[in-house]
């Protein structure tokens, strides 16, 4: 089997626990104007599962020594659905930890495949409100919560992610949305701060950069926003 | 008991005043001695030597900070002014007399210290005595032994004169008491060990270590910390308080003393020696935040990981240290070398990383063997690209070479050569001075054997014969020049043998198609046989070369891969090498893959740099690893770091040296990245390497970046 990734990723940090090697798919159904992984759209390649599974094998006794193991990752790996239930069937057939990095912004997976398959899902909540969501990033939302309420449902392990957007989702009212929208599940949470590291990328890909000049938050502006969840009860994830 | 307070910040900013009050001064020591000289003319050699070392103490100011809880300052090595002509005249004196240097055995040196504290300065001076007894009618002991006595009471009159300058009852009950006894408390202890190292440091002593202070100081630790004399906390703030004073050099030389402390490990029982003083040395180490004390921890399987966690805190911070060393592979190196096991598991290092056997054997010496220039001494038939001078041997026209084993077989001639010229060079520099006259009485006296015997420690008094480690340079370079030589001359022939020559002759210009080839090549560090086994086969064909001399005493040559920064002057005299550096700029670092070619992230980097044989390298070696801080931060981060090692240590790698990365790397990766192409910001669900970003984006990391 072939693989559509634009990246595979050693000792990677926050993509869950432990020492992670991370696969990239290329390919999301989402547009959110700030990725940072524009390449997932167009600068892929095609890597056999062979040479794939050998990159990944590499760090076997990485994972084992410190309780990680592989996460899927993108662009959004359930716009590939069979490639990435090919890949987390094989990873699991050495007996290494999975995870999935989604934005579940994909309709009706194939969730009595995937959840056997997956250790831990990496969600994103980027909004709770839908028509944002679907001006913005170009995703309905209660799709969305449908799979999340779904994979809560069957007791899978989840960690929400929040990206902390400038001028999107970093208000007060868009916060106590996403807020109140969390609350509603017993998750933990990382808090995934914007950065303009991808800026390079568009450049390289003759892409325009909506978030270009956009500065990051200032380190107490984002602790302010963390302390927000906490006080709201929200656990912060130890990923 | 007074609560011992921290004066940390109060002392660095008391000794930065103190500093700024002088403008010009000199050191003393060459005066002072020489005035004593001067006055022994015809005394026999070590006694006057020792005269001089009293004159020296009698006559240096004995500085006390009003913020010292521990005293010894190098302040009293320093006269104001410029130095005139009365001090010109005596100066004469001393630089007749002589001192040893590096390469004759004068200082890198880690003490009995234990020794010191058990017996104290007066149990010391009844040794003397003994052994004068036992000694007597043999004149050339008798001397030596009495040079001792002379140094040691010198010793104990200094440590007496530092109680006079205070008023403090209870800081001169500690400095009479110390003068004589044993010390008893934890305070005390320390306070004779660095009252040893100021001495040290007026005898102009350089890398002298502290060594294995978390298992010396332990029992008075112990004692106090259960009979409620001090708290962890206060213990702590002793520590600070000494290991900021090393700050003073580079206050007052503009240097840093390279002055090593050796944490954790096993006892020389071979049990777990964490106990709660590690911590404490390892905190206050952290806290300082100086460069100078030079932490190593040594890291055995059954430390703790809770130890090596917090080790991995501090380095987090910025400070770069503990080093981080495999036990089971350095007492490996040291065991081959036929010490002791009990010695073997109590050794220390002194200055970067070299494994030493603390009070048993001379001072340790080492030089930078430069294997990355033979390789173009090969090309050249012996002769230097660059200035045409003849510093080789004639291995053979490498146009005739038709195989890579014959390339590898003129090399390997060359490297032997190198090494016989090396070897001829260090066993003489090592005996260069007459043993029985250039002695080091207080030293010897701080070392173990050589008062008993009546022997000085490079005459024949230590336990063990000295040892002298070589310095390989370049295996990065080495293993990715032999690695683009194999796949583009004789594999892939892209390039032909005369080609290469004249590429690098001319140091690639005009050449960049065959550069670009070169650079393509496989590069050591990203788990690539084709390019590791050359790192293997330097580490081997080294260790069996050196192996084979002998210093004067029977001492052994270790290797070591370690350059410190003489990788950068080795680098400057190279010209151009295969793997497509360019002449004159540096060599890869130490035992590291060459900087930025190692691309393929920490997991390759580990598996290839525990290919080599690290238990044949027996001085020690340095991977020097770089994370942006962000590593750092977290629990979650931190035993990610924790399992890295432990499985670099469990695949037999040496050392680790993590740095954090500092505001200036990022700084100096925007002005040259070519330098810097390892570098990798990680977040979640992304990571780019730092010099491919924007120079906004860049400047974005750099403004989250602590000042180093």
């Known amino acids: 089997m072939e693989l559509n990734i634009f990246n595979i990723q050693h000792f990677c940090s926050g993509d869950g626990p432990g020492i992670r090697t991370t696969v990239f798919f290329g390919s999301c159904p989402l547009r959110c104007p700030w990725c940072h992984n524009p390449e997932c759209f167009s600068n892929t390649r095609t890597l056999s599962m062979e040479k794939v599974m050998e990159e990944l094998l590499h760090d076997k006794e990485f994972y084992d020594r410190s309780k990680g193991g592989v996460t899927i990752s993108g662009g959004e790996p359930l716009a590939r659905q069979e490639a990435c239930i090919a890949l987390l069937e094989q990873v699991r057939a050495h007996g290494i930890h999975t995870a999935l990095d989604t934005s579940l912004a994909v309709k009706d997976p194939d969730f009595s495949r995937l959840l056997p398959l997956t250790d831990l899902f990496l969600a994103d909540i980027k909004t709770a409100d839908p028509e944002a969501f679907c001006a913005v990033c170009g995703g309905e939302l209660q799709t969305v919560l449908d799979n999340l309420n779904f994979l809560t449902e069957k007791g899978a392990d989840v960690v929400l992610r929040v990206p902390l957007i400038p001028g999107f989702n970093t208000d007060d009212a868009s916060l106590e949305g996403i807020i109140s929208l969390i609350r509603q599940y017993p998750y933990p949470v990382t808090l995934l701060p914007f950065h303009r590291m991808g800026s390079g990328k568009y450049k390289e890909l003759g892409m325009k950069y909506a978030y270009a000049d956009t500065a990051p938050l200032s380190a107490r502006e984002v602790e302010q926003i963390s302390q927000c969840f906490r006080a709201a009860g929200i656990r912060e994830a130890a990923i | ?57 009698t006559l240096g100011e004995k500085h006390i900070y009003a913020n010292d809880l521990i005293f010894g300052s190098i302040i009293g090595q320093y006269s104001d002014g410029i130095p005139d002509d009365d001090v010109r005249y005596y100066e004469n004196f001393s630089h007749i007399a002589g001192e040893r ?18 017996l104290g300065v007066g149990g010391i001076l009844a040794e003397i005595r003994d052994s004068l007894k036992k000694h007597s009618g043999d004149r050339e002991k008798e001397i030596f032994l009495t040079a001792c006595r002379i140094e040691m009471e010198a010793f104990r009159d200094w440590i007496i004169a530092h109680a006079e300058k205070t008023e403090d009852p209870e800081i001169q009950r500690i400095c009479r008491k110390v003068a004589v006894e044993p010390p008893a408390s934890f305070r005390e202890a320390l306070q004779l060990v660095w009252f040893a190292h100021t001495i040290y440091q007026w005898q102009g002593l350089y890398a002298m270590a502290l060594g294995r202070m978390d298992q010396y100081l332990y029992p008075y630790y112990r004692r106090d910390i259960d009979e409620g004399v001090l708290t962890d906390e206060e213990v ?44 404490a040395v390892l905190y206050a180490v952290g806290k300082c935040n100086i460069p100078g004390p030079n932490l190593s921890a040594r890291i055995h399987p059954d430390t703790p990981d809770h130890f090596l966690c917090e080790a991995l805190k501090v380095i987090g911070t910025g400070l770069g240290y503990p080093a981080l060393m495999n036990d089971e592979v350095n007492m490996k190196a040291l065991a081959s070398m036929g010490y002791d096991l009990r010695d073997v598991r109590n050794y220390c290092m002194v200055g970067c990383i070299e494994n030493f056997l603390p009070g048993l054997q001379p001072p340790w010496s080492d030089g930078r063997f430069d294997s990355a220039k033979m390789l173009e001494l090969t090309f050249g038939r012996g002769y230097d690209f660059r200035t045409g001078e ?16 014959d390339f590898m077989w003129a090399y390997e001639a060359q490297i032997k050569a190198g090494a016989e010229f090396y070897a001829f060079r260090i066993i003489r520099e090592n005996a260069r001075y007459n043993n029985r ?41 080495i293993a990715d020049s032999l690695c683009a030589i194999e796949q583009c001359v004789y594999k892939e022939k892209s390039i032909s043998m005369e080609t290469l020559i004249a590429a690098l002759k001319a140091d690639f210009v005009g050449y960049e198609k065959e550069r670009d080839l070169l650079l393509a090549a496989p590069k050591y560090g990203n788990d690539c046989d084709d390019a590791d086994k050359y790192a293997v086969w330097l580490t081997d064909y080294t260790a069996d070369l050196f192996d084979q001399y002998r210093l004067e005493d029977g001492g052994r040559f270790y290797t070591a891969m370690a350059s410190n920064t003489s990788n950068i002057p080795a680098g400057r005299e190279c010209a151009a090498t295969p793997d497509g550096r360019k002449a004159g700029e540096p060599l890869s670092d130490a035992a590291s893959p060459t900087y930025g070619r190692d691309r393929r992230g920490p997991t390759y980097t580990v598996r290839s740099v525990t290919k080599p044989d690290y238990t044949r390298v027996a001085c020690g070696t340095v991977i020097n690893q770089k994370y942006s801080p962000s590593a750092f931060r977290g629990d979650a981060n931190i035993a990610r770091l924790c399992a890295l090692i432990r499985i670099y240590f469990a695949g037999g790698g040496q050392e680790m040296q ?24 990680r977040v979640s669900g992304f990571s780019a390497y730092y010099t491919k970003l924007e120079r906004e984006v860049q400047l974005d990391i750099l403004s989250r970046t602590e000042q180093g």
């Not at chain 2, 003849?390 to 084993?405: A, Q, S, V």
């Open chain 2, 101 to 118: 240097g590096w390469l004759q055995g004068c200082d890198h040196y880690a003490s009995a210290y234990d020794r010191l504290l058990q």
């Open chain 2, 658 to 681: 993590i740095n954090s990365v500092s505001r200036e790397i990022l700084i100096d990766a925007m002005e040259h990245p070519e330098n810097h192409q390892d570098l990798v910001v």
């Open chain 2, 437 to 477: 006259d250039y002695v080091n009485p207080f030293l010897s006296c701080l070392s173990v054997g050589c008062v008993e015997k009546g022997k000085d420690l490079c005459n024949g008094g230590s336990v063990y014969p000295a040892a002298h480690g070589a310095v390989i340079m370049g295996i990065g370079t």
């Open chain 2, 236 to 279: 702590q703030n002793l520590l600070e308080n000494t290991f900021i004073k090393i700050y003073e050099q580079r206050l007052w030389l503009d240097r840093d003393d390279v002055c090593n402390i050796c944490v954790a490990g096993v006892t020389p029982g071979g049990e777990n020696a964490v106990n709660g003083l590690t911590y």
């Open chain 2, 1 to 57: 008991m007074a609560a011992v307070p921290n004066t940390t910040k109060a002392l660095k900013e008391e000794m930065i005043c103190r500093r700024k009050a002088t403008s010009r001064f000199f050191c003393n020591a060459a005066w002072y001695k020489g005035m004593s000289y001067a006055e022994h003319p015809t005394e026999e050699i070590p006694i006057a030597r020792a005269y001089a070392f009293q004159n020296m103490l």
């Open chain 2, 390 to 405: 003849r510093k080789g041997i004639d291995t053979g026209d490498p146009l005739t070479f038709e195989t890579m084993d």
